[in-house]
């Protein structure tokens, strides 16, 4: 199911560590205190990893009631972005790379080409 998040309007990554330990009250509390965000928007999918990067919970608002959902790897580990600077709300690409290991933010530096005299 989170190979394929096309159905969401907006992604968004909680950096840094969060205790996988709390619930969906837990998660949304989060959302709400920590990352300044509404944690009943429809259609939106909040992620966040604890410590250990082979594990990741979503949670999602269904209008009726919240989905929690849990992805254990069983080999490898996901690429997360650790530095608390801000949420981060993913492009349906970005959740793509994220959900087969790779770097959600570039790495590549860009270079303005010189001006032709």
């Not at 330990?21 to 429809?42: C, F, H, V, W």
């Not at 909040?46 to 009726?64: M, P, Q, S, T, Y």
């Not at 959902?69 to 981060?88: A, C, H, N, S």
């Not at 492009?91 to 530096?109: A, K, N, P, V, Y």
């Amino acid at each position: 199911m989170l190979y394929d998040a096309k159905g969401f309007e907006k992604i968004y990554v909680a950096p840094g560590y969060t205790d996988l330990r709390k619930g969906i009250d837990g998660l949304a509390m989060t959302i709400g205190s920590e990352l300044n965000l509404n944690p009943y928007q429809k259609n939106v999918l909040f992620l966040f990893c604890g410590r250990h990067a082979g594990k990741i919970k979503g949670l999602v608002w269904e209008g009726d009631g919240f989905v929690l959902l849990y992805k254990r790897l069983e080999d490898g580990r996901f690429i997360w972005p650790r530095t608390p600077q801000e949420v981060l709300d993913l492009s349906q690409e970005q959740f793509e790379r994220l959900m087969q290991g790779f770097r959600i933010e570039s790495t590549i530096r860009k270079v303005k080409p010189k001006e032709i005299c």
